[in-house]
Nanobody, 113 residues
């Protein structure tokens, strides 16, 4: 069955960096688009970044220039490199497999000022 396991969240001060990972299984990873979303306390889940099977990427305006999504098809893993973090980036970050609209359980990122 499909599994998405996120890791790499944690607490960091503003201006710091974190790299999130999402290991996927149960489907042909290399042929599918993947994405990262986030949900802050009291807010709706929102799009952060996506990467197609052909490595085309897309970003929310709020993270452009600070976050970078990448994938390693040999490891069935999608990454989110987050730099210059801000307190407003605090959220639970979710990995998404677009093919079957499947979500991971999320990893918490907390950015303090």
């Amino acid at each position: 069955q499909v599994q998405l396991v996120e890791s790499g969240g944690g607490s960091v001060q503003a201006g710091g960096s974190l790299r999130l990972s999402c290991v996927a299984s149960g489907f042909i990873f290399s042929k599918n688009a993947m994405g990262w979303f986030r949900q802050a306390p009291g807010k709706q889940r929102e799009f952060v970044a996506s990467i197609l099977s052909g490595f085309t990427t897309n970003y929310a305006n709020s993270v452009k220039g600070r976050f970078s999504i990448s994938r390693d098809n040999a490891k069935n893993t999608v990454y989110l490199q987050m730099n210059s973090l801000k307190p407003e980036d605090t959220a639970v970050y979710y990995c998404r497999y677009y093919g079957q609209d499947y979500w991971g359980k999320g990893t918490l990122v907390t950015v303090s000022s």
